[in-house]
């Protein structure tokens, strides 16, 4: 019976286990950081391994990849030194004057960044309707657009897409997919088996979940000219991950399935005891039933539908500022998918100009006593409506 050879062994156990990482020459169990910058080379002045240079990529970094990209059932994986340093250089590397389609709603950082190319005539930026197909089809250029972004479940009102619909869509026009399915890592979507060319995740979120790194992750099956473009971004823009940050994302990863688990029974708890509450408008969870992208969450995410949800409060802005403020174990931060659970006023953080509801707060659920956090919304909710 001890005999494994057959056996494929679970994504859970192997990424506990950092892919068995095991130190032939010490029996470590845990991977070492090598913060070299450079490598030298040996007698005939060839490089050892595939290193010269800690701008390429580096082992620690290497082996965090590694694991990502079983994760997401990929090819390769590619890790960055924040989401949106992956993100741009997806959008960098688009030929002059390439024409996108992206949603009217999305992590303002992305936008911004689409709207800037845009002002520079560097990019021809159409968008859509997030979660909306045949908005996104109307868009689309046949032949012309290059890319499609989609962001599933989507900031900060958490709309569904169905990835594999808006694949199709993107296909039959020649464009590639990217999805940002940050909100739902990939150990509950897995975005390329669902159809997307590119599947983007900002680790500094639940793959690293510890609120203590930011990185950004780029997966793909098609390795091809543009993964090599893509490669040549980083390496010359000199955003890889540095090896510290991808050691604490590796030991991060290690507890993934059981935080995104916990997170989830929290959320659905919350949400199923705020749903209808009096002094609250909507409970924004995909988890919900009565949530409009339910079924098709519920598909992508295999019922792991993650720790991110929205609440618009009754009464004014103010009030939904001051319940923030209220808050005893909630932190009143931005950034989402850690352990601990956190509150923010989603106008105040995305800035003018961006649609984002006047009274909304984004709650990203952590791994706490559900009871504890339900507590302390409760009486935030009443010292902040009086
Ligand atoms: C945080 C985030 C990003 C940007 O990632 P950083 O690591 O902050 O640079 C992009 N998309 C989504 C959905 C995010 O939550």
């Not at 924040?82 to 949603?103: F, R, Y």
């Amino acid at each position: 019976m001890s005999d494994l050879s057959n056996r494929k062994l679970s994504l859970t156990t192997r990424v506990a286990q950092a892919l068995h990482f095991l130190d032939a020459d010490t029996g470590a169990v845990i991977p070492p950081i090598q913060p070299t910058s450079t490598y030298a080379r040996d007698a005939d002045y060839a490089p050892r391994q595939s290193y010269i240079y800690r701008r390429d990529s580096n082992q620690t970094t290497e082996l965090a990849e590694r694991i990502i990209a079983e994760l997401e059932g990929a090819e390769s994986a590619l890790l960055f030194a924040s989401g949106m340093s992956a993100a741009t250089a997806v959008i960098d590397q688009l030929p002059a004057g390439a024409h996108v389609v992206v949603p009217d709603v999305m992590y303002h950082g992305v936008l911004q960044q689409f709207q800037m190319y845009a002002a520079r005539n560097r990019l021809d930026v159409s968008t859509y309707a997030a979660g909306n197909l045949d908005d996104m089809a109307a868009a689309l250029r046949k032949g012309e657009t290059a890319l499609v972004w989609v962001e599933t479940p989507n900031n900060p009102d958490w709309t569904v897409t169905d990835i594999r619909a808006a694949a199709d869509i993107t296909h039959a026009a020649g464009a590639r997919l990217l999805t940002d399915c940050t909100g739902t890592p990939p150990c509950a979507t897995k975005a390329l088996e669902h159809g997307a060319d590119i599947s983007f995740h900002s680790a500094t979120k639940y793959l690293n979940g510890h609120s203590d790194v930011t990185a950004g992750v780029l997966s793909s099956n098609d390795t091809g000219p543009l993964w090599e473009a893509i490669y040549e971004r980083r390496k010359l823009q000199g955003t890889v991950l540095h090896s510290f940050d991808a050691w604490l994302l590796i030991r991060g990863m290690r507890t993934l399935f059981l935080r995104v688990e916990k997170a989830t029974q929290n959320a659905l708890a919350i949400a199923r005891h705020f749903e209808g509450h009096k002094g609250l408008e909507a409970v924004l969870y995909p988890g919900l039933p009565s949530h409009p992208g339910h079924a098709i969450a519920k598909k992508q995410t295999g019922g792991l539908y993650g720790g991110m949800m929205s609440i618009i409060v009754a009464g004014t802005e103010q009030t939904a500022i001051d319940v923030t403020r209220h808050a005893k174990v909630f932190y009143p931060a931005t950034s989402l998918g850690g352990v601990e659970s956190l509150i923010e006023h989603r106008k105040t953080v995305s800035g003018e100009g961006f649609p984002v509801h006047p009274r909304l707060l984004r709650l990203s659920i952590g791994i706490e006593d559900a009871d504890d956090l339900i507590y302390d919304l409760e009486q935030a909710l009443a010292h902040a409506q009086g």
